[in-house]
Nanobody, 125 residues
């Protein structure tokens, strides 16, 4: 069974940066596509970013393009989300997810097989 554990969330002022990490255990991390999603209070969970198994391809939601960067270190079984120029509307619980079959970019929640427990990001104005 694959386990995903997020870390790095917290409270930050608008315009500042945070880096989230998600470490996997129990599976073959280097073959998984990985993704980040977020859920704000009272809203549905939404796609943020995804990265292919090798890290050679990435894709972002329009709302974060140019501000967030997804990356991975397969030697450390970890995927990162660097969040710059944060805005109050980025406030949400952020979840990482793993897709184990295809290893390519996935933007829909249903395409993922494993999920972390989430980490809270709060951006104050």
């Amino acid at each position: 069974q694959v386990q995903l554990v997020e870390s790095g969330g917290g409270l930050v002022q608008a315009g500042r940066s945070l880096r989230l990490s998600c470490t996997a255990s129990g599976g073959t991390f280097s073959s998984y596509a990985m993704g980040w999603f977020r859920q704000a209070p009272g809203k549905d969970r939404e796609f943020v970013a995804t990265i292919s198994y090798s890290g050679s391809s990435t894709y972002y939601a329009d709302s974060v393009k140019g501000r967030f960067t997804i990356s991975r270190d397969n030697a450390k079984n970890t995927v990162f989300l660097q969040m710059d120029s944060l805005k109050p509307e980025d406030t949400a619980v952020y979840y990482c997810a793993a897709e184990r079959f295809w290893g390519v970019l996935v933007t829909t929640q249903g395409g993922y097989d494993y999920w972390g427990q989430g980490t809270q990001v709060t951006v104050s104005s």
